[in-house]
């Protein structure tokens, strides 16, 4: 059975509350040895500036501890090149934390870094054990969890989280693989709003997400350097890449205090600001 986290001060309801608590690893060994991505596809013969990569996420992790965000850090390691993108190896609903089980190999392992810091802290989680799926295919909105049906997350481990969380509503969204996982083309802004890349979405997902949100749409240019993979931090303020103007002035003109921060080089990789950030902690 899932164990209640409420004593560990874990829990997230939303991906736009205020977020107070929150783990990232930094890019120390961040590398691209066999593309798993389109954008990893684009970079792969270019290769990662690892000190400039390492100098991008101190600036993350300085601009979250500015806000007054508890940062914890894993520890990298070298044998997991994608470990900055902490996002995918858990993921909190509610007052439940869930440990994923990766599909990649070239990930599997790294679940066990964050298990440990867990243990290490007294932390209550649930390990998924039917089928893989990753956190960057994983969004919470009150009571509802949309799930992208991606090739990384499968239907054995959305069975599981339903059987585990029966109050709430999951709803799958088919994600094509090149897009990787559903934070690359869908992000929530609040109780209404959503930035989408529709072209990836089918009619019926796309009817049925604009039903509960309004769209605002990102092109393909700015899909590919990651529009969408914004973090929201609450009170309308989110985290977004400089090289997004498009994005970046839609959701000004929306009334959202846009933080850019310059993530150029991780997102080499084929994430950005939600995928480099697991949230423990949204109040």
């Given at each position: 059975?899932?164990?209640?986290?409420?004593?560990?001060?874990?829990?997230?309801?939303?991906?736009?509350?205020?977020?107070?608590?929150?783990?990232?690893?930094?890019?120390?060994?961040?590398?691209?040895?066999?593309?798993?991505?389109?954008?990893?596809?684009?970079?792969?013969?270019?290769?990662?500036?690892?000190?400039?990569?390492?100098?991008?996420?101190?600036?993350?992790?300085?601009?979250?501890?500015?806000?007054?965000?508890?940062?914890?850090?894993?520890?990298?390691?070298?044998?997991?090149?994608?470990?900055?993108?902490?996002?995918?190896?858990?993921?909190?609903?509610?007052?439940?934390?869930?440990?994923?089980?990766?599909?990649?190999?070239?990930?599997?392992?790294?679940?066990?870094?964050?298990?440990?810091?867990?243990?290490?802290?007294?932390?209550?989680?649930?390990?998924?054990?039917?089928?893989?799926?990753?956190?960057?295919?994983v969004m919470?909105?009150?009571?509802?969890?949309?799930?992208?049906?991606?090739?990384?997350?499968?239907?054995?481990?959305?069975?599981?989280?339903?059987?585990?969380?029966?109050?709430?509503?999951?709803?799958?969204?088919?994600?094509?693989?090149?897009?990787?996982?559903?934070?690359?083309?869908?992000?929530?802004?609040?109780?209404?709003?959503?930035?989408?890349?529709?072209?990836?979405?089918?009619?019926?997902?796309?009817?049925?997400?604009?039903?509960?949100?309004?769209?605002?749409?990102?092109?393909?240019?700015?899909?590919?350097?990651?529009?969408?993979?914004?973090?929201?931090i609450g009170?309308?303020?989110?985290?977004?890449?400089?090289?997004?103007?498009?994005?970046?002035?839609?959701?000004?003109?929306?009334?959202?205090?846009?933080?850019?921060?310059?993530l150029s080089?991780?997102?080499?990789?084929?994430?950005?600001?939600?995928?480099?950030?697991?949230?423990?902690?949204?109040?």
């Amino acid at each position: 059975m899932v164990t209640d986290i409420q004593s560990s001060s874990a829990m997230c309801w939303s991906e736009y509350a205020p977020l107070k608590r929150v783990i990232l690893c930094p890019p120390q060994y961040l590398r691209i040895d066999a593309p798993i991505n389109h954008v990893q596809t684009r970079y792969f013969e270019d290769g990662i500036d690892n000190q400039l990569a390492m100098a991008q996420h101190q600036e993350l992790v300085n601009t979250l501890r500015g806000f007054g965000i508890d940062v914890i850090l894993l520890k990298p390691e070298e044998n997991y090149p994608d470990q900055v993108f902490t996002r995918d190896i858990g993921f909190t609903l509610g007052h439940h934390l869930f440990v994923s089980q990766m599909e990649e190999n070239i990930r599997k392992g790294e679940e066990k870094i964050l298990t440990n810091w867990l243990v290490n802290h007294y932390t209550p989680f649930q390990p998924i054990r039917s089928g893989s799926i990753e956190g960057g295919d994983v969004m919470i909105d009150r009571d509802t969890i949309w799930i992208g049906n991606s090739g990384r997350t499968s239907h054995q481990a959305m069975a599981e989280l339903q059987q585990e969380l029966p109050q709430m509503e999951i709803l799958p969204l088919s994600v094509p693989v090149k897009y990787l996982h559903l934070d690359c083309i869908l992000n929530i802004l609040s109780p209404n709003e959503a930035l989408i890349f529709p072209p990836a979405f089918e009619e019926e997902s796309l009817a049925l997400l604009a039903k509960r949100y309004e769209l605002i749409e990102v092109d393909e240019t700015e899909q590919f350097t990651l529009g969408t993979n914004i973090l929201s931090i609450g009170n309308r303020t989110v985290l977004s890449l400089p090289v997004n103007p498009r994005v970046n002035k839609a959701l000004r003109h929306r009334g959202f205090t846009v933080v850019e921060v310059d993530l150029s080089e991780i997102i080499k990789s084929g994430g950005s600001f939600r995928c480099s950030t697991l949230p423990l902690l949204r109040e």
